[in-house]
């Protein structure tokens, strides 16, 4: 028998994770905080030296290619921080939710990246019990349904019940050290033995992203104090004038956030339909800031419902001082996501770049990471984007801003720097592009055809966001069950009058679709969260619908699901499984 046991904790975000690590080894959890990197804790029981290193949360509904590189990273890494090995990894999954075929999936991505040999190591650790109501968890594992069964079959069919509020004298954590140690028993005491190439590669890699991330922000500082030099020159010319802002931004991509932290106001997720402008005073200045319906992120500007476009470009006019492109840093950014921002950014013509700035959000996942690093990380796609906006970015953390400013204070700092570098540019080059936004009002004719997917997307998106708020209203710190998907049933793409081909490939549309469903349920799951901990909190869902829009494509959708009831959409890991032969997208 091995002198200590080591441990890696794997799990989704908010799943409880490290409240089973701080209850299994009975070391006080001084304060709640997000789990960005691995942490390495140990403790003693029966005498036996325990080493456990917790793990970052991915999301639940997150294919493994949505995930941020980063956390991909740290997953590998946690092999490493407890040599030679760990002899037993445990997998939180909370019973909060029905578990899906998505979710197995999801999981098995995410461990299976570490190694496909990991199974034979596993535990499963079933997390907020209360939910269970009078059912044990074998009951729950019996009846959860198929999908739960296979995951329990490939970790052998270990797995305990842990819920850190019920488990007041102990037996709980008892129960999961008695399967662990038998568990190195039968694995006559072996530990898991990492790829040391792939370490090896991973260590140089990230050797090379802080490099890479610490000459950019060198970079920018020097640009900086250029600017600001300048801008003390121009002091009586720009200092308290007015101040106008547009936000642009994917759907849940936090850009109301923003807009409320920046102005200091109440915080709510109201849906943004049309241009929303609000006006407030920052620091004695006065600032306006206009928030726009959101686009898709992974569907193209052809795709967006007619009055996001429109509105979109009504929040241009007059020109404004500065336009902030909101970008979650919680999620991975691929070469499609620079696709999609470049197609709606094109209509507002090449000028738009001097003037636009990246505003990540979101910032609370980064941990002790500076934004340089994600930046870096996350690899070409997202530093492409960056420099098109004149390596110009700020990052806004969390609701803790409303008590601290510094960050609403830099961003104001940045944005005049923005104007200033704007003015040295428009002097240097007079060339407007002003043929930009007709060219893109000749394409739209070409998409016609697919207006039946246009609006079917708004439809399902707004009912889904109805069915989360008539959840919210329900909530309760007693009992809650997610359903575990956003739509009753999925959407078909069969249709006669769909031209998919203009849009890449029918797989590929299918795809995207399930991503974007897959982040609003992660999002509202949050938000869930969120109103169990506050109960007073608004908890209203954001949205890209337009309302009008629906109302008159509804007899159109109701028709079309008809005509088409029997779907064959699926995920992207589920067609792989029917067709290898095509070239997977991501």
């Known amino acids: 028998m091995a002198d200590e046991l080591r441990l890696v904790l794997l799990g989704g975000y908010q799943s409880g994770k490290s409240n089973v690590a701080h209850s299994f080894l009975n070391v006080k959890r001084e304060f709640v905080q997000i789990t960005t990197q691995c942490v390495k804790m140990e403790g003693n029981i029966n005498g036996r030296k325990i080493i456990l290193v917790d793990t970052p949360g991915w999301r639940n509904c997150y294919q493994l290619c949505d995930t941020m590189e980063r956390l991909k990273d740290e997953l590998v890494l946690s092999t490493s921080i407890c040599p030679p090995g760990p002899h037993a990894f445990l997998l939180v999954i909370e019973v909060d939710f029905a578990f899906s075929e998505k ?301 601290d400013r510094t960050q609403v204070d830099q961003l104001l700092e940045k944005i005049e720097e923005m104007i200033m570098e704007g003015a040295l540019l428009e002097s240097n080059d007079e060339h407007q592009g002003r043929n930009k936004k007709s060219q893109e009002r000749e394409t739209q004719s070409e998409w016609l055809r697919i207006e039946d997917v246009k609006k079917i997307l708004n439809e399902e998106w707004e009912r889904s966001n109805a069915m989360m708020k008539d959840m919210l209203k329900t909530v309760s710190t007693h009992k809650f069950v997610r359903t575990g998907r956003s739509l009753d049933e999925p959407l078909d793409l069969r249709g006669e009058g769909i031209n998919t081909e203009l849009f890449i490939n029918k797989r590929q549309l299918k795809d995207a679709i399930e991503r974007e469903w897959n982040r609003q349920e992660a999002v509202d799951s949050s938000r869930i969260q969120y109103k169990l901990k506050c109960p007073n909190a608004r908890a209203e869902i954001s949205s890209c619908a337009d309302e009008e829009d629906i109302k008159i494509s509804c007899a159109k959708v109701i028709e079309w699901h008809q005509k088409n009831h029997f779907s064959d959409y699926g995920s992207a890991s589920s067609y792989e499984e029917h067709d290898k032969t095509e070239q997977d997208l991501d």
Not at 340 to 359: A, H, Y
């Open 103 to 403: 979710h197995r999936k999801v999981a098995e991505g995410h461990v299976q990246f570490i190694s496909e040999d990991i199974w034979d190591q596993t535990i499963i650790v079933f997390t907020k019990l209360q939910h269970l109501g009078d059912k044990t968890i074998e009951q729950y594992v019996e009846s959860d349904g198929e999908n739960l069964q296979k995951l329990t079959q490939k970790c052998g069919n270990r797995y305990v019940g842990f819920d850190t509020d019920l488990d007041r004298d102990g037996s709980q954590a008892k129960e999961l050290f008695r399967q662990i140690e038998k568990l190195v028993a039968e694995n006559n005491g072996r530990s898991f033995k990492a790829d040391a190439r792939r370490l090896m590669n991973l260590e140089i890699k990230i050797k090379n992203v802080e490099e890479r991330a610490s000459a950019r922000a060198q970079q920018v500082l020097e640009k900086r104090r250029k600017l600001e030099e300048i801008k003390r020159n121009a002091e009586a010319e720009h200092d308290g004038s007015p101040l106008n802002i547009v936000l642009l931004g994917w759907v849940l991509s936090g850009k109301t956030l923003a807009c409320n932290l920046i102005l200091a106001d109440d915080v709510s997720f109201d849906k943004t339909v049309m241009c929303v402008r609000t006006r407030g005073e920052v620091n004695g200045r006065k600032v306006t800031i206009v928030d726009t319906p959101s686009f898709w992120k992974f569907l193209p500007y052809q795709l967006n419902a007619d009055s996001v476009n429109t509105e979109i470009l009504k929040a241009m006019d007059p020109s404004p001082d500065a336009v902030l492109l909101a970008i979650p840093s919680d999620t991975s950014f691929l070469e499609e996501q620079t696709k999609v921002i470049l197609e709606n950014m094109r209509p507002l013509g090449e000028k738009v770049w001097r003037q636009t700035m990246v505003l990540f959000t979101c910032g609370g996942r980064l941990g002790n990471k500076p934004i340089e690093y994600h930046i870096e990380s996350e690899g070409d796609a997202l530093v492409r984007l960056v420099e098109m906006c004149g390596n110009r970015y700020h990052v806004f953390e969390s609701l803790s801003m409303r008590e």
